[in-house]
């Protein structure tokens, strides 16, 4: 037998013969019968070239090598011990957090009922909450760093994904100061060619950027992009000082910002929100926020009914 067939058993068959200094005894305290016990010894001796073991009729002991090697090898025996332990706590702690990713707005829909929820549901699990863009979602996914996200409006058939849920639709208003105009029906986008337009900058969502110009132009016009966020609080709240005009989804009607009006568009637009989890994901957890999603994570109801100029 080479030295690299040396097992982990044969350290800890040694280890127990070096304490008990007995056949019979050790092989009883490694759960074995005595003959596969003793070849195994006579193994790891021929392994090693060293006889560690002096044996005789009324004794057992061990020679001098045998004592260095026996501290050896209980070194050994012990860090596979504490190794073993460690990984199943570590598995244990993995199995038991989810990271959630989140877009600012997610707020607004519902999600912190949603955690309380789970919370509530599963008190074991720890949820650690993770605010970024949909695109940095779907980087965190890759990375494993997260493991369900709420995304807006993403490709549902991206492979860094298991899963890809729409769990609503929701429209999209038009964002402007409120200048205490009469109520008339929808706006069209094309009255507000000549305003300045605050929009997601396209590396925060391609898919906003993307529709809200391609709405703007199919209205006839291209338009005056003055001012690029990445949170749709940001841009409501820039609405408001008067900076531009904004196109954004309806959950930010409960914003509460002062000094803004909501109107309906001519022009159908919604905008997607999606739990997206990770191929890596501990499936299980995240198949439970997911249900839980479905009942807690929606528009909202609208507080009072839309204006419209």
């Not at 038991?96 to 829909?109: D, E, K, P, Q, T």
């Not at 995304?151 to 298991?162: F, M, Y």
């Amino acid at each position: 037998m080479h030295k690299d067939a040396i097992e982990l058993r044969h350290l800890r068959y040694f280890v127990a013969l070096a304490e008990e200094l007995s056949f019979g005894k050790a092989a009883a305290r490694c759960h074995v019968s005595q003959p596969p016990f003793s070849v195994a010894i006579q193994q790891l001796e021929a392994a090693l070239g060293l006889q560690l073991v002096l044996r005789n009729s009324r004794s057992v002991e061990l020679s001098e090598v045998g004592r260095e090697f026996y501290r050896r090898a209980l070194v050994l025996v012990s860090q596979a011990a504490q190794s073993i332990d460690d990984i199943r706590a570590y598995d244990s702690r993995i199995r038991s957090r989810l990271n959630v990713g989140f877009h600012a707005s997610m707020i607004y829909r519902g999600l912190g009922n949603l955690v309380s929820a789970f919370r509530q549901a599963h008190p074991d699990v720890r949820v650690s909450l993770h605010e970024m863009s949909s695109m940095d979602q779907l980087a965190a996914i890759q990375r494993g760093d997260i493991d369900v996200g709420f995304t807006h409006s993403i490709v549902p058939n991206d492979d860094r994904l298991s899963h890809c849920t729409t769990l609503f639709s929701e429209r999209f208003l038009l964002c402007m100061p409120d200048q205490g105009r009469a109520a008339a029906g929808p706006v069209r986008l094309a009255q507000f060619q000549e305003e300045n337009f605050i929009i997601f900058n396209r590396k925060s969502s391609p898919y906003y950027f993307d529709t809200i110009l391609s709405l703007c132009i199919e209205a006839g016009f291209s338009p005056r992009i003055e001012h690029h966020v990445s949170q749709w609080l940001t841009a409501v709240s820039c609405v408001s000082i008067g900076m531009g005009v904004a196109i954004v989804p309806e959950c930010l009607l409960h914003t509460g910002i002062k000094g803004v009006a909501f109107r309906e568009i001519d022009t159908k637009i919604d905008s997607r929100v999606q739990c997206v989890m990770s191929r890596f994901a501990n499936v299980e957890l995240g198949e439970k926020m997911l249900k839980l999603a479905r009942v807690h994570i929606s528009p909202g109801q609208v507080l009072e009914p839309i204006a419209t100029v």
